[in-house]
């Protein structure tokens, strides 16, 4: 059950609209469910409607007018809140839809519970699933009644109607969501064919233009190269940007205008000062740097999982912002057969990327800087390295709806669910290929026999579901590939498992046929190194601490059978 509020002056045309048509003659049977007194009049089931009407108008109008008289500010007097209940729910009567507008009222502040000097109002019911409650907002004194934080207070109650009625629980938001298209945008849309309306299609072509700019000055750039959409900056005095607004090139109003939208008005977090501090998180790379970004991007994504259960609130939200934008930015750079579900997925996870929780952009410079670098170089050709990173990025996913979940955040963990199915989705499409080449060059039997035995000893919990997977000669290639190359399959198995969980995977075997891949493109280990990680290994390993290996030292190596120490 939801709740719309808006404020007006008139009275009278709220009183007109409620017991009239509707705008697409959907108002049948308008009537009176409850009222301040219980004796407001009703249009609805009065013989002359328009007597009715006038007689409710002025009861309701009574103490505004009193006010104005004493020369009290009464300009937005009228308060409209619609109420409305879900699809599932079973069709209230009258008196039970009375009763939740009592509850509203009173919760708000409207007219709360045994003051006598309370606002008037009425409940209005024209369909089965909603009602529209009408108030003036002057007391019997002649004060205004402020109601402040109303939404709030009137989604609090309706969280606890829906309880007491046993009707559907929705999903509640903490007020981050982006602002929904008006009814007129939606109509207009239909009007001239679209299917999103403006305020969509510019917010998701800002997202973008935020995922590929790296510095302020490059986000106005793009924006402004692009043919569609038309972009005024603010300035201060001193020259530098106070902000921007954005419209359609296409979008007009009746005086054939553009219609604007300032960045606040597209999404809390697309205002200049929030693209301003996110886009400051980004690091310029080095001259001498020659890291593969994609692998920078796949392995930043693959520890963001780990990062969300760390308990660092400011950084994970940070991360879930910086995890959208890298779905923004391969919507811009994936193969055309891949970018329709990439743009679904990237659409759904907007709503994950907000909570109330401030992000601290600075802990996600990593990932920003490598998808910066990747949108600014050919993609490679073989499909590989898109294929992982589409498969880190799915992980992360999962794992953000699982972090807001804990944190109660409902409409985000919906929306992160909802955003893992497409992207699964591409993601199966994008490695079918790079797949199935590794699995076209599957090592001899006695090879794929030998990486079995290390998988059962390495992974005993996962063991079946890897060698029984579609993806197991490709694994096997992989590491046959990475054993010929000079590296350790058996300490790149564990390496992949220990970074990587594998319990949320849907395929554990592709998960590490891409860990395996990435990590054998590194060189292999000296033979010093191999002899050195060989002791690390044969060590006892504490209970609890996770032993990285190291080399030895003067400390450790005293301690060692037959070594003597120097003085």
Known sequence: MIANITSGRSTRHLITYLYGPGRANEHTDPHLVASWDGFAPD?????????????????????????????????QHVWHCSVRAAPEDRTLSDEEWADIARRVV?????????????CRWVAVRHADDHIHIA??????????????????????????????????????????????????????????????????????????????????EEFISLLDANDDVLVEVQRFPSGDVRGYKVALASDTNAAGEPVWFSGSKLAPDLSYPKIH????????????????????????????????????????????????????????????????????????????????????????RALRSAMRAILRQPAPKDGAALAMLLDAALLAVIAAARWHEKRHHQQQAIAARQAAAPLRDVYEQAAATPLAALAERKPPHTTTARHADLIRQ??????????????????????????????????????????????????????????????????????????????????????????????????????????????
């Open 277 to 364: 501090e996110r886009l400051t998180a980004i690091d310029k790379p080095a001259p001498h740097r020659q890291a593969n970004p994609w692998h920078q991007a796949t392995a930043t994504l693959e520890r963001i999982p780990r990062r969300l259960d760390q308990g660092d609130d400011d950084a994970s939200q940070a991360h879930l912002a910086a995890l959208g934008e890298t779905l923004d930015a391969l919507t811009l750079i994936a193969p055309k057969d891949l970018r329709p579900g990439l743009h679904q997925s990237a659409t759904m996870f907007e709503r994950a990327t907000r909570s109330r929780i401030r992000s601290d952009h600075d802990k996600t």
């Open 106 to 118: 009173a919760a708000t502040g409207i007219a709360p519970e045994g003051d006598p000097d309370g």
């Open 458 to 567: 390495s992974l005993p919990g996962h063991a079946d579901r890897i060698i029984n997977s579609p993806a197991w000669e490709a694994l096997t290639t992989a590491l046959t590939d990475a054993q010929t190359v000079g590296h350790d399959p058996g300490r790149l198995l564990q390496q992949a498992a220990d970074q990587r969980t594998l319990d949320d995977a849907h395929s554990p075997a592709k998960v590490l046929v891409w860990r395996i891949h990435r990590m054998s493109q590194r060189p292999a280990p000296s033979p010093r190194a191999r002899a050195a990680q060989a002791r690390t290994t044969t060590r006892p390993r504490s209970t609890h601490q996770v032993e990285a290996p190291r080399e030895a030292t003067p400390h450790t190596a005293a301690h060692r059978p037959g070594a003597q120490r120097r003085r």
């Open 43 to 75: 249009p609805g089931r009065d013989p002359d409607v328009r007597a009715a009407k006038q007689q409710l108008t002025q009861a309701l109008d009574l103490r505004v007018n009193q006010a104005r008289q004493k020369g009290r500010d009464t300009k």
């Open 135 to 216: 108030a003036t907002t002057v007391r019997g004194d002649l004060r205004n009644e402020k109601h402040w934080n109303d939404f709030l207070t009137a989604d609090r109650e309706l969280e606890a109607v829906e309880k007491d009625y046993s009707l559907h629980r929705i999903a509640r938001g903490d007020r981050t969501a982006a602002q929904r298209p008006t009814r007129a945008e939606q109509e207009k849309a239909r009007r001239t064919g679209r299917s999103q309306t403006a305020r969509e299609r510019l917010r998701g072509t800002v997202r973008t233009t935020v995922a590929a700019a790296s510095s302020q």
